[in-house]
Structure formats: C-alpha cells, structure tokens
C-alpha cells in the first residue's frame, strides 16, 4: 500500500517569501504529525493533529509556523516570512493513533531559504 | 539540552566488522525506539524496548535496553554496506499520546 508522501521534495525559496509544504498520511491513520530535521540533527517536533485538531502544537517555533488538516486526512504546514534558518527538511509521519508507537514517516520536504 | 545522548557521532567501518552504538540519557523512560534513516528518507522504526534489561534482535542487530531505562545500545555484528545511514534514538516525552524525542544520531558508513 501507498506509504506517507510530502510534496513538494525540494522547495528553494527566498528570504521573506511564503511556503506550504504537503503531507498526504496513509489512508486510515488518525495522527499525523510535523517534524523539522536540521543538518546533522535527528527530527525534531513541531505539532501533532488527532483527527482534524492540532493537539499539541508546543514545537512550532514561532506564529511564522501555522499547520492545518481541515479533513483529517491531507495535512498543511505554512511558513510566513521564511528566513534562511527555516532552511531544514521537513518530515511527516503517521500513525492508526494517538498512542501508537509506530510512526510511518515520509521521505520529507528539503526546504532552501537564499 | 539535549535528551538523548548518541555516540559516537560518526562510525566509519569496513563490512564484516562489528559495531556498538549508545543513547544515553539521565531521564527514566517508559520505552525507547531505534530508527534508521537512509539518505532523501524519513526515519524508519527498527524497535520497541520497553522493559528494563530486555534484549531484541533483528537479524545481525542486537538491541538492549538498560537495567534502570535510562539508556541503550544497539550492536551490529558484520556489518554490511547495506548497514550504512543515520541510527537514531528517540523515547516519548510523556501523555497520552506518543510524540518522541530523538537524539542527534549515528552516522554510519560501511564501506565494502
């Protein structure tokens, strides 16, 4: 079956611009969460949505960073005003559910802020 | 600060050698996940230890969660260059809901 996809793969924008990035999680699973992964560094947490509702948005940086899942299936997260230390790649992942061990993450979005 | 501690940072190897890779941390955690990620792709789980001292193997990689559930080792025995990418750690931070923590992970290169 079809595993968790992001598009686009590679996105290279300039300083000041706005950005959207997609997931589409496995058919099924309710959770989906947003990981940001700098160079060198494992992923780290940016917001987790139960359904169509971001349970825990504690990650997200600052309010540049906004995420949305209107249908609980199909996931946004936007960046206003990018700065260069934006720059990272950004992964999706999913689960069946909210306690579920097993995240399947996709292959991430490489994001370049010149 | 960073939760879990990987080591070492880097591995290069040749294949056929055996390797140790290490979290640690100071917090007790209630299960601890090992990851391994290939370059252009997400993390994919390897494991679930979840009891102090338990002992996992999958294939040639042994996993063992420590006495007090504060740390990990993950043993690779002939390795293989299909061994080579990023091993990562990554325990829950807490609540209901499963959200991990990652360490900064092990870069490993296996050479042939």
């Known amino acids: 079956g079809a595993g968790v996809s992001q598009t686009p793969s590679n996105k290279v924008t300039e300083k000041g611009k706005y950005v959207e990035l997609r997931c589409d999680p496995i058919s099924g699973h309710t959770a989906l969460y947003w990981y940001r992964q700098s160079l060198g560094q494992g992923p780290e947490f940016l917001i987790y949505?139960?359904?169509?509702?971001?349970?825990?948005d504690s990650g997200l940086p600052n309010d540049r960073f906004f995420a949305v899942r209107p249908e609980g299936s199909v996931s946004t997260l936007k960046i206003q005003r990018t700065e260069r230390g934006d720059s990272a790649v950004y992964l999706c992942?999913?689960?069946?559910?909210?306690?579920?061990?097993?995240?399947?993450f996709g292959p991430g979005t490489r994001l370049l802020v010149l | 600060t960073q939760l879990l501690e990987q080591s070492p940072q880097f591995l290069s190897i040749q294949e056929g050698e055996n390797l140790t890779v290490y979290c640690n941390s100071s917090?007790?955690?209630?299960?601890l996940q090992w990851y391994r990620q290939e370059p252009g792709e997400g993390p994919v789980l390897l494991v679930t230890v979840v009891t102090g001292g338990e002992v996992k193997k999958l294939k040639r990689l042994t996993f063992q969660f420590g006495d007090a559930r504060k740390d990990s080792s993950l043993h690779i025995t002939a390795a293989q260059p299909g061994d080579t990418g990023l091993y990562l750690c990554?325990?829950?931070?807490?609540?209901?809901?499963?959200?991990?923590?990652f360490g900064r992970g092990t870069s490993l290169i296996v050479h042939p």
């Open positions: 990554a325990a829950s931070r807490s609540g209901g809901s499963y959200i991990p923590t």
């Open positions: 917090s007790v955690f209630s299960s």
């Open positions: 992942a999913s689960s069946l559910g909210p306690a579920q061990e097993t995240q399947y």
């Open positions: 949505f139960q359904g169509t509702g971001a349970a825990d």
